[in-house]
């Protein structure tokens, strides 16, 4: 950020404004970090105990802007009234301190001010049209994060906020990448108040323990239903899924091969007629999602897998996956009628209770022709598409 504010003397002024709303235009700026003007850089220890801050603005007259930041560590308000302290001995008489973190602190020490990283994030993605600099620290911002979530260092937060899935020719699929924007859009999907009333998801309840999927084409990650509460497995409830694989988006309710018996029979016991009209009135709900976005599709998935041993990448043994606009018409489609796949679908589904065969539906997103996907709405297209799946559970009792 240093280095990107000191080659673009218009971005600085701008950043100064935009952060602590001081107007510093006539004044001859300079930049330097983690030491103190006018001296040789020191390394990080040497800074710290010495009292130093991050980065250090300032100008001849007096005035300055110290920069702390944080990551995983907390603010610590004994070292930045250290760093005050040693401004004002340097003679800067008009000093103010902004603090760069993940956290929100309860009270802030005088002089200072809190932005969060992902404001900064949102900040320099405005700027970027008119600031080479301002996209080359973006784009840092988001390699930096995607290594730091890799290490387990960012545990708690984010640095950037979701602002669609670009993966293409230009910028194909990377695990790291797919991980970081698995983790921004789950954020706020698990915050979603229409998917806690209307579906019952716990609220900021997280899934997955570990993201894991650095030798597979894809990533992905569950939110858990109200019914699930205190059950250790997920897989013997429903649970809404999102995937980000190597060349589409998935947004589906997965029904495990392990769901509770007596969620199972209430899905299949009503008959064949009952389980097309319930996934008819998916299509009816989703209808708007697919309006949005031409290029994506629903989908009704059967899926049977393995696993060598409990970390290994899982085997696909069998897989059924197609348009449920096949059974079911729409004028407004040029999906043709085949309906056999569905009914082969709750064939199995339902005379084979005890076999690993999970069912999924939901709606797939491809990058090549998808819009939605690319963009920051793309969290309102997930949770829309989520909504559109309470047909599934109404008909198993659970909304």
Same mark, same amino acid.
């Given at each position: 950020?240093? #280095?990107?504010?000191?080659?673009?003397?218009?971005?600085?002024?701008?950043? &100064?404004?935009?952060?602590?709303?001081?107007?510093?235009?006539?004044?001859?700026?300079?930049?330097?970090?983690?030491?103190?003007?006018? +001296?040789?850089?020191?390394?990080?220890?040497?800074?710290?105990?010495?009292?130093?801050?991050?980065?250090? &603005?300032?100008?001849?007259?007096?005035?300055?802007?110290?920069?702390?930041?944080?990551?995983? /560590?907390?603010?610590?308000?004994?070292?930045? @009234?250290?760093?005050?302290?040693?401004?004002?001995?340097?003679?800067?008489?008009?000093? /103010?301190?902004? =603090?760069?973190?993940?956290?929100?602190?309860?009270?802030?020490?005088?002089?200072?001010?809190?932005?969060?990283?992902?404001?900064?994030?949102?900040?320099?993605?405005?700027? !970027? /049209?008119?600031?080479?600099?301002?996209?080359?620290?973006?784009?840092?911002?988001?390699?930096?994060?995607?290594?730091?979530?890799?290490?387990?260092?960012?545990?708690?937060?984010?640095?950037?906020?979701?602002?669609?899935?670009? %993966?293409?020719?230009?910028?194909?699929?990377?695990?790291? +990448?797919?991980?970081?924007?698995? $983790?921004?859009?789950?954020?706020?999907?698990?915050? #979603?108040?229409?998917?806690?009333?209307?579906?019952?998801?716990?609220?900021?309840?997280?899934?997955?323990?570990?993201?894991?999927?650095?030798?597979?084409?894809?990533?992905?990650? %569950?939110?858990?239903?109200?019914?699930?509460?205190?059950?250790? #497995? %997920?897989?013997?409830?429903?649970?809404?899924?999102?995937?980000?694989?190597?060349?589409?988006?998935?947004?589906?309710?997965? =029904? *495990?091969?392990?769901?509770?018996?007596?969620?199972?029979? !209430?899905?299949?016991?009503?008959?064949? +007629? @009952?389980?097309?009209?319930?996934?008819?009135? %998916?299509? $009816?709900?989703? !209808?708007?999602?697919?309006?949005?976005?031409?290029?994506? /599709?629903?989908?009704?998935?059967?899926?049977?897998?393995?696993?060598?041993?409990?970390?290994?990448?899982? =085997?696909?043994?069998?897989?059924?996956?197609?348009? *449920?606009?096949?059974?079911?018409?729409?004028?407004?489609?040029?999906?043709?009628?085949?309906?056999?796949?569905?009914?082969?679908?709750?064939?199995?589904?339902?005379?084979?209770?005890?076999?690993?065969?999970?069912?999924? &539906?939901?709606?797939?997103?491809?990058?090549?022709?998808?819009?939605?996907?690319?963009?920051?709405?793309?969290?309102?297209?997930?949770?829309?598409?989520?909504?559109?799946?309470?047909?599934?559970?109404? @008909?198993?009792? =659970?909304?």
């Amino acid at each position: 950020m240093a #280095s990107c504010l000191s080659e673009d003397t218009v971005l600085l002024t701008s950043f &100064i404004a935009w952060a602590t709303g001081q107007k510093v235009s006539g004044r001859a700026l300079s930049i330097v970090e983690q030491r103190l003007p006018g +001296e040789p850089e020191l390394d990080e220890d040497e800074a710290e105990r010495q009292g130093l801050p991050d980065a250090w &603005i300032y100008s001849k007259d007096g005035w300055a802007l110290l920069i702390e930041s944080k990551v995983s /560590s907390p603010i610590d308000g004994g070292q930045i @009234a250290r760093h005050l302290r040693t401004a004002e001995r340097r003679g800067f008489s008009d000093c /103010s301190l902004l =603090i760069l973190a993940v956290e929100t602190p309860s009270k802030l020490p005088k002089k200072t001010k809190h932005v969060s990283w992902t404001e900064l994030y949102k900040w320099l993605v405005s700027k !970027k /049209s008119s600031s080479a600099w301002a996209g080359r620290l973006a784009s840092y911002m988001e390699i930096a994060e995607g290594r730091m979530l890799l290490d387990g260092y960012l545990r708690e937060g984010t640095l950037t906020t979701f602002s669609g899935i670009h %993966f293409d020719d230009q910028n194909p699929y990377s695990y790291p +990448e797919a991980k970081r924007l698995l $983790k921004l859009l789950m954020e706020q999907l698990r915050k #979603s108040q229409a998917l806690h009333t209307q579906l019952g998801i716990q609220l900021n309840v997280p899934g997955r323990g570990a993201i894991t999927g650095s030798k597979n084409d894809g990533v992905w990650d %569950f939110i858990r239903l109200a019914i699930a509460q205190g059950e250790d #497995s %997920f897989t013997k409830y429903p649970h809404l899924t999102l995937s980000i694989e190597s060349d589409r988006a998935i947004v589906q309710i997965t =029904i *495990p091969n392990g769901v509770d018996r007596k969620l199972r029979r !209430k899905l299949i016991e009503p008959g064949y +007629e @009952a389980f097309r009209n319930t996934v008819g009135e %998916f299509l $009816k709900k989703v !209808k708007p999602v697919l309006d949005a976005d031409t290029g994506a /599709s629903p989908f009704l998935m059967m899926l049977q897998r393995h696993y060598p041993s409990q970390r290994s990448v899982p =085997i696909r043994d069998a897989v059924l996956e197609f348009d *449920p606009r096949t059974a079911i018409f729409d004028d407004t489609s040029s999906v043709k009628l085949q309906e056999q796949w569905l009914k082969a679908t709750f064939e199995t589904f339902s005379n084979h209770p005890h076999s690993n065969i999970q069912l999924g &539906i939901g709606v797939k997103f491809p990058y090549r022709e998808g819009k939605a996907v690319t963009e920051a709405k793309f969290v309102q297209i997930v949770e829309q598409t989520w909504l559109a799946c309470r047909p599934v559970m109404v @008909a198993m009792g =659970i909304a």
